[in-house]
């Protein structure tokens, strides 16, 4: 069994299985493209920090305003 957790906002979906990379998909609807992108990092993250960096990415490529309003 494989598990990984799943962060979704923008129609786009981050997958994250626990290393050190998480995967960047575009979701339309229940339709899932391929990968767009990938975000790599090499120290040890808890759940809310990988939420953080897709935040990030997600505010780096305009594709929201501002990450700090989605931020808990």
Same mark, same amino acid.
Request: hydrophobic letters at 40%.
């Given at each position: 069994?494989?598990? =990984?957790? %799943? @962060? +979704?906002? &923008?129609?786009?979906? @981050?997958?994250?299985?626990?290393?050190?990379? !998480?995967? *960047?998909? =575009?979701?339309?609807?229940?339709?899932?493209?391929?990968?767009?992108? *990938? !975000?790599? @990092? =090499? +120290?040890?993250?808890?759940?809310? +920090? %990988? &939420?953080?960096?897709?935040?990030?990415?997600?505010?780096?490529?305009? *594709? *929201?305003?501002?990450?700090?309003?989605?931020? @808990?």
């Amino acid at each position: 069994m494989k598990m =990984y957790k %799943v @962060f +979704e906002l &923008a129609d786009h979906r @981050f997958t994250w299985a626990g290393g050190c990379l !998480i995967n *960047i998909y =575009y979701v339309k609807g229940d339709y899932v493209n391929n990968r767009v992108d *990938i !975000i790599e @990092f =090499y +120290e040890t993250y808890d759940d809310g +920090e %990988v &939420a953080s960096l897709c935040l990030d990415w997600l505010e780096k490529n305009e *594709i *929201i305003t501002e990450a700090v309003a989605y931020k @808990f």
